[in-house]
């Protein structure tokens, strides 16, 4: 097993998006930043920093222009944004925005909620998004994310074969890449794997990425079983922020600081330094006064064998 | 790998144990039969319900000869308690405990701190407790389970071949069967499938259980680890209580619920009533004010979706 397991995996923050959109605080742009900017110099290169959505429903995403200028001056850095739809997709175009993803909810009552549209209408959503971004000469890199891939507390079930023909339209219209979340916690390891081996052996290279949430604990069990599926860019919140607005009962993404533990432990190379990204905790959580967090290794501290022992003394 | 993983899962309580010898509350002996009986009426048929150790070490621990007579009343419960040397061992065979666990620590400042004796003489008192058995005529089963098997907080490394090498010597000795145990949180997946498939190769069928503490987060994936190498049967202690008084850091043992669960998730067989549990942790929280509990699935709720499906309405 160990030997099929990638030999870089890379963590895409998401807690500046996925998780201060769920949160009461609406995080001043100055410390959006400064979080960036941190995130970054701890190792991370592939950083969600907002969504392109109206500033009524989402204030806590108003700045994500200046948010998005202030990250393309890192070096090396891709700057990610969620848009919602087309008119999302242009100005995040315009902002010079590295790599969008659109949700596509495989749960019609989800899909309705979060975006009022259905998942075929999102479907001629991103068919625009991709002829929008010809138009505008744009490189941006567009992902389709199928979300509540495993299930989803408004609808319950959702089955396999509809994720997977949501993942295959969405590949035929063109977009360059697709991922799975498990936007409320559902997945468990055994349905991770046959979910996540059906959908690289759909998209191949051009699977791009898994999303777990969790809610029940089983997150980084099913990164586990994903990565046995080869599976080599995961999604994460620092402290474990997060959830979905319209997703009852979901809790936060699996924690940075967690999934970065795990894989070095593991002997996976991130390039994250796990004792900065608990440094940067420490400062976001201040700002943060009031939100619940997650996460473990921020409590109990590194063990004191390698690779982290230097770090213990 | 699904093909691979056992068809049947055991979980067995060490909550009255490991558990309750951590924590500062004594709990009545009411109150642990009545655990143990509901315990029982979940489905769970093997429980360590105590220690034979001198009371003024654990008071918590006083009553185990009491707890096992009642436990010995319930039809097809493994009564299991743990012994640090002979004389816990002579008092367990004269109990009727059906099975006892030798804790042998791999790390030699460990095992001072916690039994005042090093490895090698912990197997001196293996030998001895085979010898006082066969002069009982005692069916007891006894294991050795090999602990702070993944490292040490008072130590450090623990080199895999010590801990293999100590689970031979066992063997050898005539332990019935033996164990592994991450005793403060330690471990992660990929240690656990390398170590894991080292004991299994050289135990065989006399290997019995995997012991996991969710201290930095890692339990239900080490457990996944484990049980994509075989093996069939994990410790696990209700509401994630637990630690252990001589390894600075440890907490909580996974928590039975929540293993419980993902069991469920991924179609293993446990014959554990989830929500039983759930119910029984009501109980025994309400025993235990002031207590740190751990466990996720009694905050989040079980989920919309089949197995649960029909318990969620």
Not at 30 to 46: Q, S, V
Not at 48 to 70: H, N, W
Not at 172 to 195: F, K, M, N, Q, W
Not at 227 to 244: H, K, P, Q, Y
Request: aromatic content about 4%.
């Amino acid at each position: 097993m160990i030997s099929k397991l990638p030999s870089h995996i890379v963590i895409r923050e998401v807690g500046l998006r996925d998780g201060l959109q769920s949160l009461q605080t609406i995080m001043p742009t100055d410390a959006k930043c400064a979080w960036i900017r941190d995130a970054h110099a701890a190792g991370l290169r592939e950083i969600e920093v907002g969504s392109f959505v109206p500033p009524r429903l989402l204030p806590q995403m108003a700045d994500t222009v200046e948010v998005v200028a202030y990250a393309k001056t890192l070096p090396g850095l891709q700057v990610t944004a969620l848009v919602p739809n087309v008119k999302g997709a242009l100005r995040a175009f315009e902002a010079g925005v590295d790599h969008i993803v659109l949700p596509i909810s495989a749960s019609l009552k989800h899909s309705l909620a979060n975006v009022r549209r259905t998942p075929l209408e999102m479907m001629d959503e991103l068919r625009a998004i991709l002829d929008e971004r010809r138009n505008a000469g744009a490189t941006t890199r567009v992902e389709a994310g199928i979300g509540t891939a495993f299930g989803c507390g408004l609808q319950g079930e959702v089955a396999p074969d509809e994720v997977i023909g949501l993942m295959e339209t969405a590949l035929e219209a063109g977009a360059d890449c697709v991922s799975l979340a498990d936007t409320i916690g559902y997945a468990d390891p055994a349905r991770v794997r046959s979910l996540f081996e059906r959908a690289i052996g759909l998209a191949g290279a051009r699977f791009w990425c898994g999303h777990f949430h969790d809610t029940r604990g089983l997150a980084l069990a099913n990164v586990l079983a994903a990565l046995e599926c080869g599976v080599a860019r995961f999604d994460a919140s620092l402290a474990g922020i997060g959830g979905c607005p319209f997703a009852p009962g979901a809790s936060g993404n699996v924690a940075t600081e967690d999934l970065a533990y795990m894989l070095a432990s593991m002997g996976l190379p991130t390039g994250i330094d796990i004792e900065a990204l608990l440094r940067l905790r420490g400062v976001v959580a201040s700002q943060l006064p009031g939100e619940s967090l997650h996460g473990v290794i921020a409590r109990a501290g590194l063990p004191r064998i390698a690779p982290f022992q230097a770090a213990s003394h």
